[in-house]
């Protein structure tokens, strides 16, 4: 069935999406706030730690811009359920082994499915979002991103202390299973095939210069997502994974009013305020000293990376042609997730050499980057808001 083209955002196909984004980064998330814990007890070494989690981000990083033909090509329906259905089997294969290299291996396959998934549920978000709603509708659907990671951390390392690993990952693969029944009942958008357009573009143009700035502020986020738990083990925190639930609880606020904002105000304001705020906060994490600072820090992150987030991804796909948004979202996570990828990778390197603390203050060099190439890119982006 075909989605009609209307003004209202809050329709039964945009609640299904939600509710969709909402099981696969809870699922995820869970797993992911696990991983690198139970990684570090299996071999002692940060580098591990980061070479798994790096590996499964290059993973995504590859299907993405596959993903994004694909979904333009084949359509919308097919791919979501495949992508689901890998997600729940990567899952389930973490719970039957405890050898490093077989979970490396895993991690891989499950970054793939990943990033199918992911990029099928962002392109499926634009197709029923009203276009000059674009930015409050990414803001609302992001936001379900963040109710997700709100929880999912607490719920993660809970069942693993209280249950074990292998309990963890058949719960969150229980949420991905869960995710099939709104993933049936959603109206997808009918694909349009064009004969002279079925050539193999995995790269959408408009959205290539956000997604470079992109990469510089994925780095930061990497380190913060693997790293933040064990930096507040290390000053001998209570529980160091709450982090991860505050920088989760503050995107859930920023992010709606970082929508509005840039339907409003447009981006240059919205994506300096929030890289000023950014590259602030990893000085503040870098320098805190009480764990009450430590949450603070994770509070202030979270808004910060609501607003810039938000911004560039609302920039990447609001001059794309309808028929290619699936490249459009593609072309932007391939930029998050390989800015995820090296700041996973830098991130372990670095807190071995020189600690987690020093860590984190040489994140505000990547940021400072990106918002350097943001005003230099900027004027050559045309943003229709």
Known sequence: MRIKENKTLWTKNFVFIIVINVLLFLGMQMQLSALPVYLKELSGLDATVGICIALGTVAALLARPLAGYAVDRFGRRSLILIGLLMMIVSLFSYSWFSVVWVIIVIRTFNGFSWGLSTTTSNTIATDVIPHDRLGEGMGFFSLSQSVSMSVAPAIGLFLVDNFGYKYMTFVAAGLFCAAYVPALLLEYKKVEINPKKTKLILFEKTAIRPAIIMIFIGIPLGSVLSF??????????????????????????????????????????????????????????????????????????????????????????????PERRGAANATFFTGFDFGIGIGNLLAGIISGAIGYSHMYLTMTVPLAIGLGLYFLLASKIECNN
């Open 228 to 321: 933040s738990a064990l930096y507040g083990n290390s000053c001998n925190y209570p529980n160091g994974a709450i982090f991860l639930s505050c920088f989760a609880v503050s995107m859930l606020i920023s992010r709606p009013i970082a929508g509005r904002l840039v339907d409003r105000l447009g981006f240059k304001k919205v994506v300096l305020l929030g890289f000023i705020l950014y590259i602030v906060s990893m000085v503040f994490l870098a320098a805190v000293q009480t764990y009450t600072m430590f949450l603070c820090a994770a509070l202030w992150q979270g808004v910060a990376y609501g607003f810039v987030q938000n911004s560039i991804q609302t920039m990447s796909i609001i001059n794309a042609p």
